[in-house]
């Protein structure tokens, strides 16, 4: 069931989109999102490598999550291949064509969670084993994209992976998109389908600096698709969390509280590291003290 509708500025622009969409693309496609990556093949050559992306994570137990489905486009094709998926949006329209797509293919393994353009609310802490997101962040401006990228962090279980599309400014490709759609954009109405684009190296910062292991990259057009897993045995994910909680604190019992976590973060991270700082003694330089270092390593750096 989908409630508690919130606006912002996203799901304002994906709404509008989706009730100018039987107008402007139902005589050509039969659901919203199937115009996205349309690259003039019978085949649609691109999508079936996009999904090449995201197979070899998919198994009967996954929990999965996809934050942006649109009207259901990779929705469909994820929620057979996995125990359970939550589809998470904060465009209530976009929500209401996934559920009515999936509810037509007899998927019955799907939930839907709509979001309040602030993070991942709604979806429980350690709860997802693969979160994909293809053709969303694309239109996410940085200080957004890394809300969610320290809320990834937080909804994905130990080891889970996350595979997530950004727009890039590395490439050619990139700059021809941007000198031919700058003037539109510039006029501050035309807010729809606007790319921002980021760094790959700024990307990567963003992503390791969370606490997550960078395991591959695509690139395609002007974007990248980036897979990156938590790492299970990182301190990095608890202690980047407690101080997102201090840098919002509101109120003074707000920060202590954070303060606190802050503090029970140090104190496990001692608790993990004592053991192997005791491994190293009676240790030489040699494979058995790198294994021990890298180890420690690991814990404090992700």
């Known amino acids: 069931m989908i409630t508690d509708t919130s606006t912002n500025r996203y799901a304002d622009d994906w709404n509008a989109y989706s009730a100018a969409w039987d107008g402007q693309y139902g005589s050509r496609y039969r659901h919203l999102g199937d115009e996205w990556c349309d690259d003039g093949t019978a085949e649609r050559a691109h999508e079936r490598r996009v999904m090449g992306l995201v197979e070899p994570w998919l198994r009967p137990d996954t929990r999965a999550l996809e934050i942006g489905p649109g009207g259901g486009k990779w929705t469909v094709r994820l929620a057979p291949r996995v125990h359970a998926l939550i589809a998470f949006d904060v465009a209530e329209a976009m929500l209401d064509r996934t559920q009515r797509r999936c509810r037509a293919e007899g998927l019955s393994n799907v939930s839907f969670v709509l979001g309040d353009g602030n993070g991942l609310a709604r979806v429980a802490d350690a ?120 840098a919002v604190a509101a109120t003074p019992e707000a920060l202590a509280a954070a303060a606190e976590d802050v503090a029970r973060a140090l104190d496990d991270a001692r608790e993990r590291l004592a053991p192997l700082v005791d491994s190293l003694a009676g240790t030489t330089p040699g494979l058995k003290r790198y294994a021990i270092l890298q180890r420690m390593r690991r814990l404090v750096r992700g």
């Not at 996350?162 to 003037?183: G, L, Q």
């Not at 790959?200 to 390791?208: C, S």
């Open 127 to 246: 709860s997802i084993d693969l979160a994909f997101s293809y053709d969303v962040f694309v239109h996410i401006a940085l200080e957004d994209t890394v809300v969610y990228i320290d809320d990834l962090l937080r909804v994905l279980a130990p080891d889970g992976v996350a595979i997530v599309h950004h727009a890039v400014a590395e490439t050619a490709a990139s700059w021809d998109r941007i000198e031919s759609h700058n003037d539109w954009y510039r006029d501050r109405s035309h807010t729809l389908g606007q790319y921002y684009y980021h760094s790959r190296e700024g990307l990567r910062r963003a992503y390791e600096r969370a606490g997550f292991e960078i395991v591959e990259t695509w690139d395609s057009y002007c974007t990248s698709v980036f897979t990156v897993r938590k790492r299970a045995d990182s301190m990095v994910p608890r202690m980047e969390r407690a101080l997102r909680q201090a």
